[in-house]
């Protein structure tokens, strides 16, 4: 039978089609990469090199940008620059030699900081949350178990402008106006609903005679869930801990209209970081850098889960 | 209040039937009494932050209060902003825009989005590799990036302007992405797509990797030629995974907010002034709060029939 032995080389793509294929695909992925090198050259430029024209891609590297990024600066005749003392460190010295001094500390390691501390309580309580509630799902028959699993799915689907309108006066009304514990309470129930839903996933997942098999043993139900289930389910809790990391840490929407000092994030505050004479791009460039690492990082640990993360559980790689 | 006295009640029963494990397996009671505590919280949790505020914003729909005026009396206009929103002539051009975006962003990564993960099913040497930095544009934040792609796009300046110029020959200080009325949708349509290919890539590989091997080769077997087999196979097996994606951005661009409000804050004058710009305008600018609220019931009820259809789509995914 002369014509099944050719049936593998489709399933098996040919050589030449492998390589056009390959070929293609690394020039988008390099064409898709250069705004995420730019930013990150332009982090290391010093603000006259930065807006340049052509675009300089060879440029002597300078800290400027990340000195500019955590300090506030202010202007000086020569003459009083000449008569300070030496400079005290690097940052010091880019500034004197822009006939500038150091004023003091920025507003951005805080809002940094407000960033890290929602974005991790967030998720901590909505990962903890949603533990509990896809094992509730999973494990028991939960009367209108659908319906509500689409009441939970589809608060994620709201736009976040219409919620905000109730929520800027409810938390006016409560005292969480621009408050951390007001962003957190916020980010956890947006995030609780991709938590559930992932989380029912990975849950369905772990046999359920494992359980029974520890509560034949003598364990409760509480104990079965904690020493059998937990453990097995630990990869499952991680990636979506990180996806609901990675939606806190970058969201935008509500942090703009419900946030303006206090408990302000990075996203909204990155754009109004301003030098002389307009946007200083090197800043601006560097404070992209340090809030987009953390993410590429966790961008590669969760490569095998991306797919789950993104179709909440639903579709499986 | 109640809420809460129910849920510690049950939990007071979960405790109490604790001491004997294999009973309370078989009775069951406290089964049911663990599952309500255990997703109680998350119910509560979404009543207070999400349904609470939506039904406040029913409310707040059908009055003319405004927020910066919180003393101010509030009268009942009834179906008064409903109806001036759909005769709004602003609403329909943000609508019209909104749509435009959403009908442009799908097309191009569908089409884009496809042909990628086409190109990586071939499984050559390090598509594992080439995949994960494709992908990574999608887990960034819109609003941080987006800051950042008005700086590529600036035309005296700008590294976008210079590559366009580059390879057409055109002054990269005639056009401006932004502050042209005909491109400024195409800057935020560049920008959504760079972001958002991935995403309808990722979905779309998971659809081709699900066709199994055997029907190619049953295809193969009948000499059915490449062209033939793509259409026929192919293309309808991954169907359900495409429409899933299409479905998906079109939810998530259909309230698209960071990017746009980032990038061009809806201008220049009112060109890409998308449905969530208006809404933000109305509700935290103009302080129309009564107003905004029917309008963001409008914008709420078109996404809550579109997630229907999605959740539908996921579980004929689900169940294949």
Sequence with gaps: MPGISTAHSVVEPSALSKRIACGVVILYALIAMIPLVWILLTGFKTPPDSI??????????SLEGYCNLFT?????TPEYIANLPPANGMCDEIARNRNMVIAGPSKFAPRFLNSLIIAFSSTLLAVGLGTLAAYGFSRFKVPLADDLLFFILSTRMMPPIAVAIPIYLMYRELGLSDTRLGMILLYTAVNVSLAVWLLKGFIDEIPREYEEAAMIDGYTRLQAFRKVVLPQAATGIAATAIFCLIFAWNEYAF???LTSGEAQTTPPFIPFIIGEGGQDWPAVAAATTLFVIPIFVFTILLRKHLLRGITFGAVRK | ????????HLARGAAEATPEPVARRVRGLSDRAIAWVFIAPTIILLLAINIFPLIWTIQLSFTNYRANRPNAAVTNVGVEHY????????????????????LWTIVIQTVLGFALAYLIDRKFRGHGFWTTVILIPMMLSPAVVGNFWKFLYQPQIGLFNYIVGFFTGMDPSSFQMIGDVRLAPWSIIIVDTWMWTPYVMLICLAGLRSIPDYI?????VDRASAWRQFWSITLPMAMPFIMLAVLFRGIENFKMFDLVNLLTSGGPGSTTEVASITLKREAFEKWRTGYSSAFAIILFVTVFGLANIYVKALNRVKSR
């Design chain 2, 216 to 220: 190619y080769e049953a295809a193969e």
């Design chain 1, 52 to 61: 340049s024209y052509p675009p300089k891609l060879v440029f002597a590297p």
């Design chain 1, 72 to 76: 506030t600066r202010s202007r000086q």
């Design chain 2, 83 to 102: 109806s001036n929103i759909l005769s709004d002539p602003d609403v329909w051009h943000s609508m019209q825009v909104t749509a435009h975006f959403v």
């Design chain 1, 255 to 257: 942090a703009v209209l």
């Design chain 2, 1 to 8: 209040m109640t809420e809460t006295s129910t849920v510690s």
